[in-house]
């Protein structure tokens, strides 16, 4: 049996990748700073560690036959685009980056998967929200839109540095917005699903809901399960990357409001405001995940984003079901 360590496994894509893997049979250890937020995690084993802290690293390393590294600093537009945070965005994941490859190369791990992120494509080339390009050679010239962007390009060559230099198996995917029940749905750092489903599932009957900037940039939003097949198939080849992990199925934000409404039943006005917005457009480009894995999503958009809107609904009515509760009692 193959012994896996998920770093990040107490976040969403993390939490679920755990779960994956050990329906495959794999003994999986998880670390992370926190237990996921929202099911008991089926690890094996589950270090609660900074991975910060090399020291940290070198434990949860030891022992490993390959290393799913996820953790980082990050979150929606709200977090990442704001510009408040970008100094803890970049020292944070890059701090874990570099203690991850060192401790893999001393421990002689086998092989390492690496999440890298669709922001690391240039603004220039996601100005036409209709015609975005994000193919992987097009990441060069860099210039990512965002602090965020620029750490996962730094840290993509830094994982191919230590390939070429210490013989490290590294497979690198580029994730283009991967939304499902489990993740982060409220607070600031959720994306634009679970915060359009919140929204919406908050909303009074016959309202409204804001949604930032014009409505009219553009997204492709991937289902968690989706994405756990790519990884899979990425970690089974013998392809480096980088290769997006996405769906080409491109909607405005806008729309995506307008398809959750349809889903929850509840026609709702929005309300377009002032707000951190990210690129114009953004779409996966898998024509290099096709031809390298033979990978492509299995199904439409509408699909996961009805199970994800069921998850969030469900949790916004436990919320007020438990404010109702706490309200009563002080009353009372």
Sequence with gaps: MKAALVCGAGGFIGSHLVRHLKQDGIWVRGADLKYPEFSVSPADEFVIADLRDPRAMDEVVAGMDCVYQLAAD????????????????????????????????????????????????????????????????????????????????????????????????????RFHNIFGPEGTWEGGREKAPAA??????????????????????TRSFLYIDECLDGIGRLMDSDFTGPVNIGSEEMITINGLARLTMDIAAKPLMIVNIAGPTGVRGRRSDNRLVRERLGWAPSQPLRDGLERTYRWISARVRDRAVSQGQRSWAAVH
């Excluded at 489903?197 to 014009?214: F, L, N, S, T, V």
């Design 196 to 217: 359009v489903c919140r929204k919406i599932a908050e909303a009074a009957d016959g309202g409204a809901i804001q949604i930032w900037g014009d409505g009219d940039q």
């Design 74 to 173: 990050m979150g929606g537009a709200g977090y990442i685009f704001t510009g408040e945070h970008d100094a803890a965005v970049m020292r944070n994941s890059a701090t874990i980056n570099l203690n991850a490859l060192e401790s893999i190369r001393k421990a002689g791990v086998r092989r390492v998967f690496y999440s890298s992120s669709a922001c690391v494509y240039p603004e220039r080339n996601q100005l036409d929200p209709n015609n975005p390009d994000c193919s992987e050679e097009s990441a060069y010239p860099a210039a990512p839109d965002s602090e965020y962007g620029w750490e996962k390009l730094f840290s993509e060559r830094l994982y191919l540095s230590y390939q070429r230099n210490y013989g490290v198996e590294v497979r690198i995917a």
